[in-house]
Structures are given as structure tokens and as C-alpha cells.
């Protein structure tokens, strides 16, 4: 049961990435994603961005939970209005509720990298602070 | 005494100052110190001496607007001074009030602590050396030593730490070298 999640920024490339298990279920928060699908994570999340960009315009919520699927792994979506992507791959369900306050927090989180002016948009993330602060909201809500 | 500092800070502050937007004010900080440290080519020395003279020279003239703003007279003594600087001066071109702490015996020396800094707010040093060498609000430095110098205080300002460095505190330390004394310019009589 594990999570993958990453944060595309407004051009659609990579601005941070994770892996993460589940706390839920009595699971510790390591992630077990099979070999092979770890290999591919990035391909499966950038081939769901096409549908993304369709739904772009029509759907007027930000967060779409059944974005797209893949073997059993569904992605979920949360656009923000200037255009940065988070998304996730997971193969737990009925967890969507919670994932999406997931995206809430982490949203917030993403303004205040933005409002850093060190950080360059669309750089990738590399603050410690950033990450810590991600994986604590994963304990909480995934 | 310090009461009525208080009070006349806060008057001030609610009654004849211009407020903007603070994040406004932050990012404007912020995207001239990113940019500094571009254009020197992440050269932090240089950077803090170049936020120095920025502070400096608007620290002679906001002095100036200080005085007329306030109407106060000449302090008698340092801790007046720094009660003033605290009390006033911060409060009202910044709305905070930092704690005057850690005099030296001589009364000459004295430092500021910042509890919170509206320069760096959502700031996040980007990398070790930057930690290590850029005091990223060294403008306000700048701002004391000019103000101080032009009402004949001749000081050492710098940053002793800053919590954007991991540090617990952010304190400026002030020190007095000397009282200039009034002179006419050379030339006149």
C-alpha cells in the first residue's frame, strides 16, 4: 500500500518527487512499490497529464480523484490555479477524502517555497524544510 | 519614561505613517537581495557590503523623517538611544519592537533582538555557504549606522546572529565608538 507523489511545476517538468508507504493500516510509512512499477512511475504520471489538460478547462475543481488508472494504481490530480500539478499513484482506495486534504496543505506549502525568492519557479525543490514538512503531512493524512 | 515612548510609538505608527502591504514590502526585499546575489555572482561579502551602503544611505535620509515625525529632542545617554531605536524608530517604520538586551559594562554597547523580522519572512537560505556568509536583512545595519551617524553617534553596526541561519535568536549589535562633535565644514569659517 504506498504512494507515489510528485509536484510537476507550471511547464510540466519534475519539481519534486516521493515515494512514500502508508500510515494507515498499521503501515510505517515505508513504501513497497514493485520493481518494475518504480521504473515506470514518472511515464505513468506525465501520460495522465494529457487528460489532465483536457479536463483543464471544464472541470471547475481543482482536485480530480479518478484522474486516470494503471493496473490497479489510481491517479489522483490537484491542479493550482498557476498551473502547478501535484499528483499522486496509489493502490490504496476509498482514501480519496483524505488525500485531497493531502493536496490542501501541500498547496499551501508550495505558495510559501513560491514566495521564497531564492527559489526560482519551476527549479526543483531542494529545501530540507520542504521535504520534512511533506513527509510530516504524509504521516498525517496518507 | 519608556511608557511614554511606547505610547508616542504607537500614536505615531497608527496616526501619521503610510502603511503598505506587507508581503508586498517582503518580496520587494527579498527579490533585491536574490538579485544582489546574482549579479555578484553569489559573492555574500560583497552582497552584505552592498546592503550595507543600500541601508546607509537610506539611513541618512530617513533620520530626517524620523526627527520631524517624532519632535524629540537629543538623548541624554546610550540607553535612551537604544530605547528610542527600539521603541520608535522600529515601531514605526517597521511596527516592531525589538527587546534591548546584553549592555557591556561600559554602557557603550548594546544589542537588538528581533523577535520576528518582516524582511524575512517566507525566506529560505539557499545553500550552506549562503548560511555561512549572507546576513540577508544587513540593510537594517545599514539603516542604524546612517541614522545614528547623522545625529552625531558614531557606531559600529552588525549582525551578531540571525535565526534565518539556524541561530536562536536575530540580534544586531550597536556599539558606540565615539560622540562626533558638531563642526563647521572645511572651508567655511
Known sequence: ?142 | MSKQLKQLGDDIWKNQVEKINSELFTLTYGSVVAQLCKDLDNNYDQVNNELYKMGYNIGVRLIDEFLQKTQLSRCTNMHETAEVVSKIGFKIFLNITPTVSHWTADNKSFGLILVENPLADFVELPNTEARKKLWYSNVLCGVLKGCLEMVQLDCDVSFLQDSLKGDENTEIRVKLNKILKDEIPAGEE
Open chain 1, 1 to 142: 500500500m504506498s504512494y507515489y507523489f510528485a509536484i510537476l511545476g507550471t511547464n510540466d517538468a519534475p519539481v519534486y518527487e516521493l515515494e512514500i508507504g502508508t500510515y494507515r493500516q498499521s503501515g510505517n510509512g515505508v513504501p513497497h512499490l514493485p520493481n518494475e512499477l518504480q521504473e515506470l512511475e514518472q511515464f505513468i504520471l506525465n501520460s495522465s497529464l494529457d487528460i489532465l489538460q483536457d479536463n483543464q478547462f471544464k472541470d471547475t475543481g481543482l482536485f480530480s480523484k479518478n484522474l486516470d488508472s494503471f493496473y490497479g494504481y489510481k491517479i489522483l490530480s490537484y491542479l493550482t490555479q498557476g498551473n502547478g500539478k501535484f499528483l499522486i499513484m496509489t493502490d490504496l482506495k476509498n482514501h480519496d477524502e483524505s488525500i485531497r486534504q493531502f493536496f490542501i496543505e501541500i498547496h499551501e506549502l508550495y505558495v510559501r517555497n513560491l514566495l521564497n525568492p531564492f527559489y526560482e519557479i519551476n527549479q526543483p525543490i531542494r529545501s530540507a524544510d520542504f521535504d520534512t514538512r511533506v513527509r510530516a503531512l504524509a504521516k498525517r493524512y496518507l
